[in-house]
């Protein structure tokens, strides 16, 4: 595990969105795997500046989300699809073939969650995949006490995540109650992994998923398994990572 602390969110950000912009010039054709949530929009926007200078070019990039909430579609601004065109997909020049989200309105698990491992199997696997973390230790919306075995599926959300993330809605009734999601083994077949996290109130749960015990209760300390994980976090909340 490689750690890089960075100053501030924007620090971060840079640090980050260099780190994926290597991993685009170095091969073109990368599958990258994306997030959503606030710690990711700093990179985008750095992500997009690079494009507009010359200095990235997206146009055999591929990509695949981490997740969606069930029932809202692209053109829900809530929707994380919404979420991806707007800070990063229309402002640069990716094939639009080539951008796979989950579908959020698509009402049978089966076919969606089977649909989207076909998606990522037949892009040849994820090259980088991007991760936050939520206040529980979840990646994706993996929720504490997911199975480290599945692959793409559905979840019920608990309360400590729609408490989270209502913030992007304009009450806490209106947080979708389910997600799709990729699975810890789909998430954990990505070649790299690149972990971002920004604030104090991330700092607890870095250090517990990174150097507590590995178990389903806290999904992130999955990736004490993965060979090739890069953190990249701010002061705040790096501060309990022993130097
Ligand atoms: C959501 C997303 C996660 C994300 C998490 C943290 O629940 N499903 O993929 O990592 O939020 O979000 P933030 O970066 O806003 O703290």
Not at 202 to 209: N, Y
Request: hydrophobic content about 35%; glycine content about 8%.
């Amino acid at each position: 595990m490689r750690f890089y602390r960075t100053r501030d969110y924007d620090d971060m950000s840079r640090k980050a969105a260099n780190i994926l912009a290597a991993q685009i010039i170095s091969k073109p054709r990368s599958v990258l795997g994306l997030a959503t949530g606030s710690s990711p929009l700093g990179a985008y926007r750095r992500l997009v500046e690079l494009y507009r200078a010359g200095d990235v070019d997206f146009s055999e990039a591929v990509t695949v989300n981490l997740d969606e909430y069930v029932g809202l579609g692209p053109d829900d601004s809530r929707s994380y699809s919404y979420y991806m065109f707007d800070s990063l997909f229309d402002h640069v020049n990716i094939d639009p073939a080539n951008i796979n989200m989950l579908n959020g309105l698509e009402t049978d698990e089966a076919r969606e969650s089977a649909r989207y491992d076909r998606v990522i199997e037949r892009s040849g696997g994820i090259d980088m995949q991007l991760l936050g973390i939520g206040p529980n230790g979840h990646i994706g919306f993996n929720e504490p006490g997911t199975s480290f075995e599945k692959d793409t599926h559905r979840v019920k959300l608990t309360e400590s995540t729609i408490e989270a993330n209502k913030r992007f809605f304009a009450s806490e009734d209106e947080v979708p109650r389910h997600a799709y999601t990729m699975g810890i083994r789909s998430i954990m077949r990505a070649r790299k992994i690149l972990f971002i996290a920004s604030g104090e109130h991330k700092a607890e749960i870095l250090h517990r998923s990174l150097f507590g015990p590995i178990t389903p209760q806290v999904p992130a300390s999955v990736l004490q398994l993965h060979s090739d994980v890069t953190v990249v976090g701010d002061e705040a909340a790096m501060s309990m990572i022993p130097t």
